[in-house]
T-cell receptor, first 116, second 117 residues
Framework: GAVVSQHPSRVICKSGTSVKIECRSL??????MFWYRQFPKKSLMLMAT?????????EQGVEKDKFLINHASLTLSTLTVTSAHPEDSSFYIC????????????FGPGTRLTVL | AQTVTQSQPEMSVQEAETVTLSCTYD???????LFWYKQPPSRQMILVIR??????QNATENRFSVNFQKAAKSFSLKISDSQLGDTAMYFC??????????????FGQGTELSVKP
């Protein structure tokens, strides 16, 4: 089956530093990847849509300068949280849509970010 | 904008019994996709079942089946012969057709299901 990995699975950083989270599709190519944020016991909130070779599309209210997304290849998208603050602490999940499919998305296992 | 509503924040069911989780949505589109995802304590999102709106037949996957009522914009999930491993958060999700918003998933609030021995 299609597998998506995320690295790291959990990260703790100091306030003011930047953190990079990687999302990889391991056995398929993904032109489009999505980044979500999830608070405890809450639903997934779409942050942005990442398209290979072009700029990401951010949802309303998401700061594009704070959450930098790069989709440099058909198997890798990265989310960088810049100048992290405690309120950025959350669970971040990515999903990848196979290039040859429209209505499928495969999810990564998530990254727990804690900002001290 | 499309919205997805799950009105049952928590539910519980005895092992081996049947439980139905509710989901309603709002859209002006006629062709779209609906999904149920499971998120166990590991927090890995797992696709349970998928329904294409233009298909009238309700989707089934082993013990999981849906009741898709297009006119009522309702998409409930029935879990038969509930097992302890079904304990998880369940999310209903909506996806627009390709020409509208590029395949983004819109999630409901979730229903936390507990299966009791």
């Amino acid at each position: 089956g299609a597998v998506v990995s995320q690295h790291p699975s959990r990260v703790i950083c100091k306030s003011g530093t930047s953190v990079k989270i990687e999302c990889r599709s391991l056995d398929f190519q993904a032109t489009t990847m999505f980044w979500y944020r999830q608070f405890p016991k809450k639903s997934l909130m779409l942050m942005a849509t990442s398209n290979e070779g072009s700029k990401a599309t951010y949802e309303q209210g998401v700061e594009k300068d704070k959450f930098l997304i790069n989709h440099a290849s058909l198997t890798l998208s990265t989310l960088t949280v810049t100048s992290a603050h405690p309120e950025d602490s959350s669970f971040y999940i990515c999903s990848a849509r196979p290039t040859d499919s429209y209505n499928e998305q495969f999810f990564g296992p998530g990254t727990r970010l804690t900002v001290l | 904008a499309q919205t997805v509503t799950q009105s049952q924040p928590e539910m519980s069911v005895q092992e081996a019994e049947t439980v139905t989780l509710s989901c309603t949505y709002d859209t002006s589109e006629s062709n779209y996709y609906l999904f149920w995802y499971k998120q166990p304590p590991s927090r890995q999102m797992i696709l349970v079942i998928r329904q294409e709106a233009y298909k009238q037949q309700n989707a089934t996957e082993n013990r999981f089946s849906v009741n898709f009522q297009k006119a009522a914009k309702s998409f409930s999930l029935k879990i038969s012969d509930s097992q302890l491993g079904d304990t998880a958060m369940y999310f209903c999700a909506f996806m627009n057709p390709p020409y509208n918003q590029g395949g983004k998933l819109i999630f409901g609030q979730g229903t936390e299901l507990s299966v009791k021995p």
